[in-house]
């Protein structure tokens, strides 16, 4: 389940540091994002979501922010973890739809 | 915890042959889902699916593809003539309801490998 990708962007962090990992969405319409995880042999897990009227929303250790004049989504991870090491994806939804458009991914390696 | 669970986990197949790919949704959701992976690439929306028909699907969704609930706990996906293009992780997921807002549960995937 991974997605192992010759091209994808990553991040390199020192366990204990913030990280954060940015995304750009392509709707100006999508009003519904979300963070997902995708650790190796898994399918992609939900982390956090925050609505278009939103700009910030807070869960445990993780910070989404929101842009919608840049259309630009980020993720922080508070005190990183080995843990926390995987692939990440942003998503979006516009209300009309069921279906989940997601962003190329963000490779996270945690060093101990 | 309730999951999505899909068989197999990795199935081989030659070109031009039909594979089903298996998936167990969550007991309690009604909106089912398809998505696709190809090796390096974005994850990709194939369908979904709700009381039984298809609720919306994708481009790349065309007549090889079909989707079936045979029963009360699986949802299939049939590929009717592999090609070496359908070689992919495929997952499913499943919602409780369609609304937006609503998790999408991804199971881990069946890794399709068409020689």
């Known amino acids: 389940g991974e997605s192992v990708g010759l091209h994808l962007p990553t991040l390199s962090v020192q366990e204990g540091d913030n990280s954060i990992i940015n995304c750009a969405y392509s709707?100006?319409?999508?009003?519904?994002f979300i963070w997902y995880k995708q650790e190796s042999g898994k399918g992609p897990q939900f982390i956090i979501d925050i609505r278009s009227n939103m700009d910030k929303r807070q869960g445990q250790r993780v910070t989404v922010l929101l842009n919608k004049t840049v259309k630009h989504l980020s993720l922080q991870i508070a005190a990183t973890q080995p843990g926390d090491s995987a692939v990440y994806f942003c998503a979006e939804t516009a209300d009309s739809s069921y279906k989940l458009i997601f962003g190329s991914g963000t490779r996270l390696l945690v060093r101990p | 915890e309730p999951e999505v669970t899909q068989t197999p986990s990795h199935q081989v197949t030659q070109m031009g042959q039909e594979v089903i790919l298996r998936c167990v949704p969550i007991?309690?959701?009604?909106?089912f889902y398809w998505y696709r992976q190809i090796l390096g690439q974005k994850v990709e929306f194939l369908v979904s699916?709700?009381?039984?028909?298809?609720?919306?699907k994708s481009e790349i969704f065309d007549d090889q593809f079909s989707v079936e609930r045979p029963d009360g706990s699986n949802f299939t996906l049939k590929i009717r003539s592999t090609k070496l293009e359908d070689s992919a992780m495929y997952f499913c997921?499943?919602?409780?309801?369609?609304?937006?807002?609503?998790?999408?549960?991804f199971g881990p995937g069946t890794r399709l490998t068409v020689l």
């Open positions: 007991s309690n959701h009604l909106y």
């Open positions: 997921a499943s919602s409780e309801t369609g609304t937006t807002g609503n998790e999408q549960f």
């Open positions: 709707n100006s319409a999508s009003d519904y």
């Open positions: 699916f709700y009381n039984n028909e298809i609720s919306e």
